[in-house]
């Protein structure tokens, strides 16, 4: 009797080490409990966190656009009397555009020009005054006090004179502004105004709008996330439908504010064109390349999970998917960065198990993914 109950003891021992002790042989993977009845083990593979480097492409919708634009009216009131230029043209800088009717204030320069020539002519005739007065004085024939009146008659005149001066420039400056010539080098995109028009133009009317179209820039709005990943001098790929390759070029500012109303912030890129192919008001694809962060942690882009939103991975623990929120830094095509949550060398689910597989439901590794 003694020796058969030995002997149920040992094959209830064999028994329990086979069903509670049975582990993967590979290193690192944990003891798996045991399971509810009816429940059974999911295969999935798993992938390890590991230190590496990683860029993040950033695309975002962009504008080629002139590097600048003028909206010029006239700087005097009139009719505009002459149009050098028709949309298309080009013209370099200091080129005529159009001219207000420059009678009225070649007229009003005249007159003031005859006023200022009659000021002086009175002073000249004071100044004579005033010497023989002196000369008078000095025989004794007339009081000081003639003299002194003739001394402030010339100093009246001469102030006189110095404002019909300052009238004679302001009216030549107005006479000079009826011609408007190019402030820089650049097409003429839009003409608002023709030749032969009867009302009065106004200071703050647009004729000629011009463009500096043979510097070009890509302006592009990105979204706030990315502020502190954009620097000046990142490589930018802009892609323009009609062109077989993407232009390459370099990020020339970044805006310094944020777009309340979007959440976006302005990035600026040079566009060479030396064969001037392209037109300001393209649309453009912008493909920005920041530089590489190195020896940071990384994780399948393809184990990302998203719950009420939180980003988390699954592990594999003691048989089991467990949940584990992470916090991730940069985002590549491939691979994120992990800047909390995960240690090197963990390994977490990937392939289609990390989209469907419920947290909690018994798991078994099959294999892993390099």
């Known amino acids: 009797m003694r020796r ?9 021992l064999l028994a329990c080490v086979a069903l509670s002790c049975g582990s993967d042989a590979r290193e690192g993977t944990a003891v798996a409990s045991p399971r509810p009845a009816g429940q059974v083990a999911v295969e999935v593979e ?9 860029v993040q492409r950033i695309t975002a919708p962009g504008t080629i656009e002139a590097r600048r634009e003028a909206r010029i009216g006239p700087e005097v009131r009139g009719a505009v009397a002459t149009i050098f230029v028709d949309e298309g043209s080009w013209v370099e800088k200091g080129d005529p555009l159009f001219q207000v009717d420059p009678e009225p204030y070649h007229f009003a320069l005249r007159r003031a020009q005859a006023a200022l020539d009659r000021t002086r002519a009175e002073r000249r005739q004071l100044q004579a005054d005033l010497a023989r007065g002196k000369e008078l004085h000095r025989k004794e ?28 420039a302001l009216e030549r400056r107005n006479f000079e502004r009826t011609l408007v010539r190019a402030p ?5 995109v839009r ?3 023709d030749e032969g028009t009867t009302a009065l133009v106004q200071p703050q009317t647009i004729v000629i709008v011009l463009q500096e179209t043979h510097v070009l820039e890509a302006v592009a709005t990105i979204a706030e996330t990315h502020f502190d990943a954009i620097a000046n001098g990142d490589v930018a790929l802009l892609h323009i439908d009609g062109l077989p390759l993407p232009i390459q070029t370099e990020v020339l500012a970044v805006g310094d504010s944020i777009d309340l109303s979007n959440r976006t912030f302005r990035v600026r890129m040079a566009v060479p064109d030396p064969e001037h192919h392209l037109k300001a008001g393209l649309f453009t694809r912008v493909e920005i390349i920041p530089s590489a962060k190195s020896e ?9 999970r998203n719950q009420d939103g939180r980003v988390h991975v699954l592990t594999v623990r003691k048989g089991h998917a467990v949940v584990t929120p992470i916090e991730v830094g ?3 095509e491939d691979a994120v960065e992990v ?5 090197i060398d963990e390994e977490v689910v990937v392939g289609e198990a990390a989209r469907t597989l419920g947290p909690g439901m018994p798991v078994v590794v099959r294999g892993y993914v390099p």
Request: hydrophobic share 50%; glycine share 6%; proline share 1%.
């Open 4 to 12: 058969r109950a030995t002997t149920r003891c040992a094959v209830g």
């Open 46 to 54: 798993t992938a390890r966190i590991r230190l590496g480097s990683i």
């Open 141 to 168: 024939i007339v009081a000081t006090e003639s003299t002194d009146r003739i001394a402030t008659s010339v100093e009246v005149a001469r102030a006189m004179e110095r404002e019909a001066e300052e009238a004679v």
């Open 184 to 188: 820089f080098a650049g097409s003429v």
């Open 191 to 193: 003409r608002l105004i």
């Open 296 to 304: 940071v942690l990384l994780a399948p882009r393809e184990a990302l």
């Open 330 to 332: 940069l985002i590549s």
């Open 339 to 343: 800047l909390a949550g995960l240690r």
